[in-house]
């Protein structure tokens, strides 16, 4: 039981919001809706193009960023290090959220979703310093490959942006933890993640707002690609901030196994698909996988 309330208790100084409420609460709800956003981009392609959409939801999540917190006041008051940190996480969102639209158009979900699964097992396995916390990511990489059983395609320009975006996600634990550990000022985690989204917004404009340009003409898909970006860049990225602010990011990288868990659960209870053995058996293990992981200092 120690070891459990040891992986999901504090290890860093908790932001303002959220404080008392355990980081498990917060990456449970960014995978809820890590799976609700890519499923709505995709019904949208029919409409709009890939780019069109990832621009929909870059664009929104920044409105949004916009409109609650002060993205431009945070960049003209932080150190020159940090607006290079958040200008490289803005260059960095607008690049993975296109390559994983551009990916998801041409490979199954489920194959981009465990080329993305690499990047965190290294990140995971960097931070790994006892033989049983490496027995618990061996367990928690078979739970996860059998809850996505990729099917490889043969379709090269689409494993080139899954890879792209496995990179790309890469970056993002390590620059949004990076933010999420340092304060300047009034400036949080999610005060830095407004300005990185404002910057990825003026990145990802020159090559998605003509396919976007589609969508002014019909409310509907405008309201539908507003979902997309509250799902997937404002509720995800939050919540991933008040998780990182509180975990060290070997077993924040770790805890993102529950992600293809998350999506077997949602897919009972929203879609009423009931799982398999092949989905009891991936869970199991990445239930045990929770259980035997010791969060180590220094980790």
Not at 13 to 20: L, T, W
């Amino acid at each position: 039981m120690e070891q459990v309330k040891s992986l999901v208790g504090p290890r860093h100084r908790p932001s303002s919001v959220g404080d008392g409420i355990p980081p498990s609460v917060f990456i449970g709800s960014s995978a809820i809706f890590h799976y609700l956003g890519p499923s709505l981009a995709v019904l949208l392609f029919v409409h709009i193009g890939v780019l069109g959409v990832a621009w929909l939801r870059i664009v929104t999540a920044a409105l949004v960023f916009l409109c609650w917190r002060r993205p431009i006041t945070t960049l003209r008051t932080m150190s020159p290090a940090g607006r290079r940190t958040m200008l490289a996480l803005g260059v960095l969102l607008a690049a993975m959220n296109c390559a994983f639209y551009l990916a998801t158009d041409r490979l199954p979900l489920a194959t981009v979703g465990a080329i993305e699964f690499l990047g965190v097992i290294v990140l995971a396995l960097v931070g790994t310093r006892t033989s049983r916390n490496l027995a618990a990511l061996l367990l928690a990489v078979a739970g996860v490959a059998v809850l996505t059983d990729a099917r490889w395609s043969v379709d090269p320009r689409g494993f080139a942006f899954a890879f792209l975006n496995c990179a790309g996600f890469m970056g993002y634990v390590v620059l949004g933890h990076r933010i999420a550990s340092a304060h300047e000022g009034r400036q949080t985690g999610i005060d830095q993640l407004a300005a990185s989204m404002l910057i990825a917004a003026l990145v990802v404009t020159p090559f998605g707002i003509s396919q976007a340009a589609t969508a002014f003409a019909h409310p509907t898909w405008l309201l539908w690609g507003a979902g997309v970006g509250v799902c997937s860049s404002v509720v995800p990225y939050v919540t991933d901030q008040l998780a990182m602010a509180r975990l060290p990011r070997a077993t924040f990288a770790f805890l993102l196994c529950l992600l293809p868990a998350s999506a077997t659960v949602i897919g009972l209870v929203v879609l009423h698909q009931v799982p398999g053995v092949r989905d009891v058996v991936g869970i199991a293990a990445v239930a045990l996988a929770l259980a035997v992981h010791q969060d180590a200092a220094g980790s």
